[in-house]
């Protein structure tokens, strides 16, 4: 049998105590999920907005490439797309909020000149289409991080709300019932060494 179950006072005091500690953190994690739910429904709007943002400068990026190849020809353009290096200065870094590890997409500036073709050989056409598709990627990269902080977020939040419910369902009403049942235990046993010594009392008078 668990010691601690014993109807002593010490065993009330340190039951009290852990409730009252239960409590405490049920009331934290419960706080901690309600500012979590709240930072991913922003993060989830901020990513709609995001993608409303990338879905027109798509179809922007597109136009221009279309009007690019009119005007100076599929072939052209495509030799200058050759010349456009791949992006490789993508940094993901973690920072912790609230316990979760929330990823940070950075895109070094580069040093060299702001586009890697020359502007002998192409037009205004091809320099929109080079704008707009740089502008999607970066807010694809964006996108991306939101979305991973979002997915992130929601797997602590379950984590979480699973640890509230096993502390509001479980630990504190098993105090709860642990406390009830100490008190119980030493008022009657106060009541029965009342009785006795009452007894004790009217035998010794007589």
């Not at 740089?134 to 979002?150: F, G, P, Q, S």
């Amino acid at each position: 049998m668990d010691v601690s179950t014993f109807p002593t006072k010490s065993n009330l005091i340190c039951a009290i105590r852990k409730l009252e500690l239960s409590k405490q953190g049920y009331s934290l994690l419960d706080k901690k999920r309600n500012i979590l739910i709240n930072e991913m429904m922003s993060l989830i709007e901020k990513a709609e907005e995001i993608q409303s943002s990338i879905d027109s400068t798509f179809s922007n990026a597109y136009r221009a490439l279309q009007r690019a190849n009119v005007s100076l020809g599929a072939s052209t353009v495509q030799q200058v797309g050759y010349s456009i290096p791949e992006e490789t200065n993508v940094e993901i870094r973690l920072r912790s909020v609230m316990g979760v590890e929330i990823p940070k997409v950075i895109i070094k500036e580069h040093n060299a000149a702001p586009v890697s073709y020359s502007f002998f050989g192409t037009n205004y056409f091809f320099d929109e289409a080079y704008e707009n598709f740089n502008r999607v990627k970066k807010l694809t990269i964006e996108l991306a991080e939101i979305e991973n902080t979002i997915c992130r977020l929601a797997d602590h939040i379950k984590k979480t709300q699973k640890r509230a419910n096993a502390l509001k369902s479980i630990i504190i009403p098993r105090y709860q019932s642990l406390v009830k049942f100490i008190q119980d235990s030493i008022e009657e046993k106060e009541r029965e060494e009342f009785t006795r010594l009452h007894v004790i009392k009217e035998r010794n008078s007589k």
